[in-house]
Structures are given as C-alpha cells and as structure tokens.
C-alpha cells in the first residue's frame, strides 16, 4: 500500500501569514492515464472532512483562493497564501491514484 | 442540494453487531461508486470500504474483511455497512462519501457529518 507522510504534523501560524504543508508519497502518483490523483482535505474542529483540492492543484467549487496546490511524482505542497481564523483545522493529503486510497497522517494547523 | 446523512452509530458489546445506513439526496445515487472511511476518536482519516454504483465489485481494508459487509439498494439511494464481530478497535466515527463525477481517484467529493461507533464492555 501506498504510505502518504505529512510534514509538519503541528503548524502553528500568526494570522495573515502564509502556511505551507508537506506531502510524500511512498511511491509516484502519477496513473497510467497521465494524471497525478493527490487531493487536499480540511477538516475543521467537530466537522466532517471537506475536499479543498483534488488532481493536485485543482481547486473544489467555493474553495478560497488563497488556497492552492501543486508538485508532483512523490511530493506534494498545500499553501495557504495569508492565514485567516477560519482555516483552524487539519489537512489531510490523500492518493487515489493506486489501490487503497491512503491519507497523510494530518496536519493541525492553529493560530499562534 | 447534494447531502449525505448517515445513522445507526450507537454503543455496542465487543463481539456485537451493528448497521450503518447513509441516505443519499441531491444526485443520482445510483451512478456513484461509494465508500465508508472511519476516524478513531483523535486519529487520522482510514478508508474502509467500498462498493461500485451497481453493487457488482466490494472492496475492504484487511482489518475489517470477513467482518464487515458493504451493500446499497439504489431503489432507497442508501449505502449500508453491516458490521459483526466488533473489537473496541472499530471505536470511529464513521463517514460515508461519494466518489465523484470522472476519475475515481478524485476521491470523496461529498461527505456525510459521520455516526460514532463506540465498542465497549
């Protein structure tokens, strides 16, 4: 199975400045069909996961942003271009493109 | 609007048996593939099953094979997971998410707000 690790696992960030996460695949993620299937999840205190990115640097309907992705092969980045409050939470990478799907194992990012 | 609503969480004996259901509305239930992924109470996110939008290919973590039974009946756009045998570490919240339109890889577009399951003398 593929192992998804996340960098850092606490992220604490002063309001209005950038964050950046980390995300390593044990194995390259890109399908035979070309593209690469890593996507970014937020999920915000007492709430369900929600998808932010998917396909690496694809943003999902209603997504700030100030939100983005990119990489590829084995590394993968989220960015937060300036913290707000309401971006408390943890992220989670997660592969799709080999069987399981797997995901990092979160990172909780908090207001300093 | 798109909405995924699950039920039948519950605390139960180890060894015991339980059945989630997740309603569907918003989309044609029946065109979508559909998993369960589970949260233990402070942990990361576990995928744990999966069946195709026609019910014909099932798919399961190693730790849950022989024990858990994924099902849906598109008449009632309602996904199902049957749990048996339950060990205090099945104890999650458990989600039910959509695949999405195209590539299956583009993974859990849609999610429920979870039941808790809780095993435990």
């Known amino acids: 199975d593929v192992v998804m690790t996340q960098s850092p696992l606490s992220l604490p960030v002063t309001l209005g400045q950038p964050a950046s996460i980390s995300c390593r695949s044990s194995?390259?993620?890109?399908?035979?069909?070309?593209?690469?299937?890593l996507n970014w999840f937020q999920q915000r205190p007492g709430q369900s996961p929600r998808r932010l990115i998917y396909k690496v640097s694809n943003r999902d309907s209603g997504v700030p942003d100030r939100f983005s992705g990119s990489g590829s092969g084995t590394d993968f980045t989220l960015k937060i271009s300036r913290v707000e409050a309401e971006d408390v939470g943890v992220y989670y990478c997660m592969q799709g493109t080999h069987w399981p799907p797997s995901f990092g194992q979160g990172t909780r990012l908090e207001i300093k | 609007q798109v909405q995924l609503v699950e039920s039948g969480g519950g605390v139960v004996q180890p060894g015991g048996s339980l059945r989630l259901s997740c309603a569907a509305s918003?989309?044609?239930?029946?065109?979508?593939?559909m998993h369960w992924v589970r949260q233990a109470p402070g942990k990361g996110l576990e995928w744990v099953a999966f069946i195709r939008y026609d019910g014909s290919n099932k798919y399961y973590v190693d730790s849950v094979k022989g024990r858990f039974t994924i099902s849906r009946d598109n008449s009632k756009n309602t996904l199902y997971l049957q749990m048996n045998s339950l060990r205090v570490e099945d104890t999650a919240v458990y989600y039910c998410?959509?695949?999405?339109?195209?590539?299956?890889?583009?993974?859990?577009?849609?999610w429920g707000q979870g039941t808790m399951v809780t095993v435990s003398s």
């Open positions: 194995q390259s993620l890109v399908y035979s069909d070309g593209n690469t299937y």
């Open positions: 998410a959509k695949d999405p339109p195209g590539h299956q890889g583009d993974a859990f577009d849609i």
């Open positions: 918003g989309f044609i239930f029946s065109r979508y593939g």
